[in-house]
């Protein structure tokens, strides 16, 4: 049966054939579902944003980074659990690859149970944490308290998606998100029309999460019918949890550092008024559709090298990160220039309050020029990741996108407290990142070595 499972599965083989028909046809799924994601995580501040009004907005966008410090870690686990799955995928063994599945699964399952009440019981210690203004902690705290309630739902469709993507089918999750999305647009609409405001939306998506986490673990059961939640293969298969977690640990750890920082950004946002910082979160809202090719093509280029450094053929992982470079480059290129022509209209659609236009679309026309750093980051990172390096990569994301960062606001806003100083951190953090990953990707290719390379 192994050996059939396999061979089903063979058009999921990116060891072999065309570097680019391979990465934009598996791509493609990916940014789908990163669009649909965005969708997704934009429908809340939609509905609140027309329904409810700008205080309600302004809440939800404060929780929108606290609850990315914890979600951004499991992201990060899933890219673990990808790896782990696509080097056993791609060495050609199936019973392996199933073990791997299986054991990855359970042992995020787990970490995510206990992260997710932390969260619950810490929603008032990360909204303290930004500096969130009074008249908006409480509608704040019991929208992000559900929100985290729900985040064993986002960890159960994250992992199976990174091993669904390991294995080569990434149309199985971007259906999966298309489901999910439409869930939640329509009980946003029901609850938020029984006037339950902020509760009712982050109830909606905690239900969508919920639907999704069912689907796309009922797929991995399709596909092999040996998967299932095993807590006594974590102790008898501790290699393969810790190789998940040396992969994943850093890339999660990066993440969440990441938007810990970016809680300290919202410090100096919320000391602005309400239809700043609104403007400020739709900004970022916009901001990850340009961003979402970046991020499909980072997670594309994890498995393709993944799987190849499994068969061995490492010229195939540098030409599969070159590639998928110009691809992504050529995405986010279209896109940015016609969000950047209809920034207005496209703030204007979460809101219509002058203020909140004026900011978010001065915001989006500051960072959309250079996204060709972030391009060059998700990549980097991506391919850096597949060849199982994730530490290195953590520590020069840390200190561009952290260090960098930090040090420009603290030296910005001391001369003058203005919200356009805001603008300029992520361009700044984005283009630090991206040099210094430049440089270390380049003296660790030379040095890179697959076994049996070709």
């Known amino acids: 049966r192994g050996e059939d499972c396999r061979a089903s599965m063979n058009k999921g083989d990116l060891t072999q054939g065309s570097v680019f028909k391979q990465l934009i046809l598996f791509s493609i799924p990916i940014v789908m579902g990163e669009l649909f994601q965005n969708f997704y995580n934009s429908v809340d501040a939609f509905v609140v944003g027309n329904l409810v009004g700008d205080h309600a907005l302004a809440a939800v966008s404060v929780c929108e980074t606290p609850a990315q410090l914890i979600v951004g870690f499991f992201n990060g686990m899933s890219l673990g659990a990808s790896v782990v799955t696509a080097r056993a995928f791609g060495s050609g063994d199936w019973r392996k690859t199933q073990l791997r599945m299986r054991t990855c699964f359970t042992a995020a399952l787990v970490l995510g149970v206990l992260l997710s009440v932390d969260g619950v019981l810490c929603a008032p210690l990360l909204l303290a944490a930004t500096n969130v203004d009074d008249a ?160 499909a093509f980072g997670l594309a280029v994890t498995t393709f090298v993944g799987q190849n450094v499994g068969a061995g053929n490492c010229r195939r992982c540098r030409e599969g990160t070159a590639k998928a470079l110009a691809l992504s480059l050529l995405t986010v290129a279209v896109i940015g220039s016609v969000l950047y022509a209809f920034t207005e209209p496209c703030v204007a659609i979460f809101n219509r309050t002058e203020r909140v236009i004026h900011v978010g679309t001065d915001m989006m026309h500051v960072i959309i020029p250079t996204y060709i750093a972030m391009t060059v980051r998700e990549i980097l990172i991506g391919a850096l990741r597949g060849y199982g390096n994730a530490r290195v990569p953590m520590l020069l994301s840390l200190l561009g996108m952290i260090g960098v960062r930090q040090i420009y606001l603290a030296l910005a806003m001391h001369v003058a407290y203005r919200v356009e100083y805001i603008y300029y951190c992520y361009p700044i953090a984005w283009t630090s990142t991206a040099v210094m990953l430049l440089l270390y990707y380049l003296f660790y290719r030379r040095r890179q070595k697959c076994s049996n390379e070709k």
Not at 147 to 173: E, H, Q
Not at 193 to 201: K, R, S, T
Not at 203 to 209: D, E, G, H, S
Not at 254 to 261: A, G, R, T
């Open 136 to 295: 908006l902690f409480t509608e704040a705290v019991r929208y992000l308290r559900i929100y985290m309630a729900g985040l064993m739902f986002m960890v159960i469709y994250n992992i199976a998606a990174g091993i669904l993507r390991a294995i080569g089918d990434t149309r199985s999750p971007f259906l999966i998100l298309v489901v999910s999305c439409c869930v939640n647009i329509v009980f946003d609409l029901m609850l938020v029309g029984l006037d339950m405001g902020v509760a009712g939306v982050a109830l909606a998506t905690v239900f969508a999460q919920s639907i999704s986490a069912v689907l796309a673990y009922r797929r991995i059961r399709h596909m092999s019918a040996d998967f299932r939640i095993s807590v006594g293969e974590i102790r008898t298969n501790w290699k393969a949890v810790a190789e998940m977690f040396s992969i994943g640990f850093p890339s999660g750890l990066q993440s969440s550092l990441v938007f810990l920082s970016n809680m300290f950004v919202w410090r100096y946002i919320n000391a602005f008024d309400p239809g700043a910082i609104a403007g400020i979160g739709i900004a970022q809202r916009l901001d990850k559709f340009v961003a979402m090719p970046c991020k």
